[in-house]
Nanobody, 117 residues
Framework: QVQLVESGGGLVQAGGSLRLSCTASGKPFSIVHRAWYRQAPGKQRELVAALTSVGTTNYADSVKGRFTISNDNAKDTVYLQMNSLKPEDTAIYYC???????????WGQGTQVTVSS
């Protein structure tokens, strides 16, 4: 199994920045897809950013130009750099990976991001 541990959430003022981290453990695994999702109170979970094994990225329209997803293979860690944060970015953020070794998705436990106005 793949275990994912997230960190980096917290409380920040509007216009500020945060960097979320998600570290995978439980090798062997072959991760071919990484993504960050978020879920605000009373709303469905939504895709924020995704990164494929060949480096293709995809972002929700609401975060384009402000958020950046990246990966450090040596550390088995995927990051989400969030700049120019807005109150509407407030949510629990989850990392998700797809492992071709296991043939399934794995999810982190979530980290709270709160942006005050």
């Amino acid at each position: 199994q793949v275990q994912l541990v997230e960190s980096g959430g917290g409380l920040v003022q509007a216009g500020g920045s945060l960097r979320l981290s998600c570290t995978a453990s439980g090798k062997p695994f072959s991760i071919v897809h990484r993504a960050w999702y978020r879920q605000a109170p009373g709303k469905q979970r939504e895709l924020v950013a995704a990164l494929t094994s060949v480096g293709t990225t995809n972002y929700a329209d609401s975060v384009k130009g402000r958020f950046t997803i990246s990966n450090d293979n040596a550390k088995d860690t995927v990051y989400l750099q969030m700049n120019s944060l807005k109150p509407e970015d407030t949510a629990i953020y989850y990392c998700q990976v797809y492992s071709s070794t296991w043939g399934r998705d794995f999810w982190g436990q979530g980290t709270q991001v709160t942006v005050s106005s």
